[in-house]
């Protein structure tokens, strides 16, 4: 699996951005997707989920109602729109995949095993 984000930059506290993630996969919907972040002197963390089907998204409590992840089975993508951003978003964000998740691993944001190269995302104050 190769996945590859775009749409991280530099953007104010109250923007927006939205996040894209392309699979280089034979059938998309065989793989659960996420989104994660990793700050600087951080470890990485759990953002949003969503199940092959998309009928299930799970999210951190920090960004829910500000965060939407979505996924486009045919365009084999996942989105990961940020809205009223805050300057503790900052951090470089990364799409992973993974083909055994469940409902408890999805909620948790584990068992991910392939990752993409992450994009940054800085949010100035």
């Known amino acids: 699996v190769q996945l590859v984000e775009s749409g991280g930059g530099l953007v104010q506290a109250g923007g927006s951005l939205r996040l894209s993630c392309a699979a280089s996969?034979?059938?998309?919907?065989?793989?659960?997707m996420g989104w994660f972040r990793q700050a600087p002197g951080k470890e990485r963390e759990f953002v949003a989920t969503?199940?092959?089907?998309?009928?299930?998204?799970y999210y951190a409590d920090f960004v829910k109602g500000r965060f939407t992840i979505s996924r486009d089975n045919a365009k084999k993508t996942v989105y990961l729109q940020m809205n009223s951003l805050k300057s503790e978003y900052t951090a470089v964000y990364y799409c992973a995949s993974d083909p055994w998740a469940t409902s408890d691993t999805l909620k948790r944001g584990t068992g991910f095993d392939s990752w993409g190269q992450g994009t940054q995302v800085t949010v100035s104050s």
């Open positions: 969503i199940s092959w089907n998309g009928a299930n998204t």
């Open positions: 996969v034979r059938i998309f919907t065989n793989y659960a």
